[in-house]
């Protein structure tokens, strides 16, 4: 609790920072409604939140006397496929991408380099909707099949109802984006921040879904009925890091696996903090996380890429994403930030 900055009513230190900004200002170094800018964006997505509980599938397969395995091969193909699209997509191809192509895609086999911008193009949103339909496809006959395996193993449950949870999801804004229907204004609406359906709800069933205990500590009586703009979608992956990186945090500190939630309203936004006793980290690693730098991930115990990519689509949305409070060995606190709108959800 020394982390957090304030108490119901004052103002935080990302306060200062933490501003709406205009719809039509650029949010980040992608070109906002550039295909293979927001493809990229969404493939780190389902890389970060997806790829990794991927390879948990053969362990399910093996407790399934392999029972699925041609179906996670391909699962983990495809999720290669399109990993490899998305590089093609906003790279110059060079001979070692050219050869990573023609091994994953041995039917198609031709000289990229030949391809002027727009076959390119063509190209790669074909394929690319190929791979996505297949991979979401094979997600619901995962979901299936290894329902019963994953129910008898914690570990394996956890990345099970990752993939079930998000996966679909994000398959189905990917196959938006390439075929030119994904605009995120017309993507974001109002969501309660309170109550059934809302952004507090959404908070507790992501701390819960990572097998963390949550305690809302303080959530300020002025915003009542208040609604953020805000994307279902959108706001799982973030809160998904953010509860990820916590209980990264506290597993290597060995640290009661509780996750306090403060919830207050900040000027036309509404703040939500979560603090954990985790590992924490050092005033360099929280400066490059907060100017947008990448940092590893290699200890498991950091934000590393995921926060970089979660930190973009909170700017999408109008929202901000930072890391208000952290130290070596005491814990971090996170805020999110989304702006209040004057509009109602649809009943």
């Known amino acids: 609790m020394g982390l957090l900055a304030s108490k119901a009513g004052g103002q935080s230190p990302g306060a200062a920072r933490a501003r709406v900004l205009p719809l039509e200002e650029p949010r980040t170094s992608l070109c906002s409604g550039h295909f293979s800018g927001l493809f990229r964006l969404f493939l780190s997505a389902f890389s970060h939140e ?3 509980s991927l390879q948990t599938f053969r362990l399910m397969a093996q407790h399934s006397n392999g029972l699925g395995d041609d179906l996670v091969n391909g699962m983990v193909d495809d999720f290669k496929r ?3 699209l998305g590089e093609v997509a906003s790279k110059p191809v060079d001979s070692n991408m050219a050869s990573e192509f023609n091994r994953l895609f ?3 086999l031709f000289e990229l380099q030949d391809l002027d911008d727009f076959a390119k193009d063509s190209q790669v949103r074909s394929l690319s909707l190929s791979c996505v339909m297949r991979l979401e496809q094979s997600i619901c006959e995962s979901g299936r099949l290894f329902r019963d395996a994953a129910s008898r193993r914690k570990d394996l449950k956890f990345h099970f109802n990752r993939v079930m949870a998000y996966g679909s999801l994000i398959c189905q804004a990917i196959r938006k984006i390439i075929l030119d229907d994904f605009d995120f204004s017309s993507e974001c609406g109002p969501q309660k921040a309170l109550g059934r359906g ?7 069933k992501a701390v819960q879904e990572a097998s963390l ?11 009542g009925q208040a609604c953020v703009r805000s994307n279902p979608l959108i706001l799982r992956l973030i809160l998904a890091n953010v509860c990820s990186n916590a209980k990264r945090a506290l597993e290597a500190s060995g640290a009661d696996p509780l996750v306090r939630v403060f919830v207050n309203r900040e000027g036309d936004g509404i703040l939500i903090r979560f603090a954990d ?3 924490g980290m050092d005033s360099e ?5 907060n100017s947008g730098v990448q940092t590893s991930t290699k200890a498991e115990t950091g934000h590393g ?3 970089s990519y979660c930190r973009s689509l909170a700017e999408k949305i109008g929202g901000e994403l930072y890391v208000e409070s952290s130290e070596p060995g005491k814990g971090s606190v996170v805020a999110l930030r989304l702006e209040i709108t004057d509009r109602a959800p649809d009943k």
């Not at 809302?198 to 507790?204: L, N, P, R, T």
């Not at 690693?285 to 996380?289: A, E, G, M, Q």
């Open 213 to 223: 205990k949550i305690k809302f500590c303080e959530i300020d009586a002025s915003i």
């Open 198 to 204: 809302s952004v507090a709800h959404a908070c507790a």
């Open 106 to 108: 041995p039917e198609r």
């Open 277 to 279: 006793s985790g590992c």
């Open 82 to 84: 399109l990993r490899l």
């Open 305 to 307: 890429v995921g926060f």
């Open 50 to 52: 997806i790829g990794n």
């Open 285 to 289: 690693t929280r400066d490059k996380l």
